[in-house]
Every structure is written in C-alpha cells, then in structure tokens.
C-alpha cells in the first residue's frame, strides 16, 4: 500500500500549482485523504482534507478561496489544486489517508506517503 504525492515544484507567486496523490494496491474513494505541509522552521499543519462523501473540510485558513481538493476515481487519484499561491505557501506537502472520515491530524492518518516541495518565489 502506498501513496504517492507529486506535482511540486517552482513558481512565482500568483501562479497556480496542482499536485497529485496517487494510491497504489488500494482504492482512495472509500477512504478520506488529506493534504498537510512543512514549511522551513515551522510544524507540519493540516490544510485540506476530502471525506469518502466528497465533503472538504479546510483546515489552513491562510488557504480559503485559493486552495480546493478533488478527486478522479478512475485515476484513484486526489489533487490539490493551489490557486494564487503566495510565498508563505513554500512547503513540504504530504498526502495522507484514512477510512471515510477526516482526520487533521497527521499521525491519526491511516498511510501517509512521501512529500513533494513547492517552493513560490516572492
């Protein structure tokens, strides 16, 4: 069982950026997947997190109105998609999921894959 996060990468600060959570040898849609991100001397925080109903929950304020999660079942993928990214937004983000419901936080996800670095230049 895996998970695994991509898309990261470098841009300015105003362009968009969707990542990708990608499950292998399970199925994401009877399961709840949550992105949380580290950046540079700072804990890992919750930011958004899609239920198996499809309901998202935000946990990030400083992300409302820029950031939205969806899914594509036949891809058993989950993505993020980063809107008006600013420079505090430079992180670590993981991907994580659990059965159904939400969690926010990180080590009460069930499998939590690797990190892709985004990185928005001010």
């Known amino acids: 069982v895996q998970l695994q996060a991509s898309g990261g990468g470098l841009v300015q600060a105003g362009e968009s950026l969707r990542l990708s959570c990608a499950g292998s040898?399970?199925?994401?849609?009877?399961?709840?997947v949550a992105w949380f991100r580290q950046a540079p001397g700072k804990e890992r925080e919750g930011v958004l997190c899609?239920?198996?109903?499809?309901?998202?929950?935000n946990y990030a304020g400083s992300v409302k109105g820029r950031f939205s999660m969806s899914r594509d079942n036949t891809k058993n993928t989950v993505y993020l998609q980063m809107n008006s990214l600013k420079a505090d937004d430079t992180a670590v983000y993981y991907c994580?999921?659990?059965?159904?419901?939400?969690?926010?936080?990180?080590?009460?996800?069930?499998?939590r894959g690797k990190g892709t670095l985004v990185t928005v230049s001010s």
């Open positions: 994580a999921a659990r059965p159904w419901r939400c969690s926010r936080e990180y080590y009460g996800m069930k499998f």
């Open positions: 040898k399970f199925t994401l849609n009877n399961y709840a």
């Open positions: 899609i239920d198996s109903n499809d309901v998202s929950i």
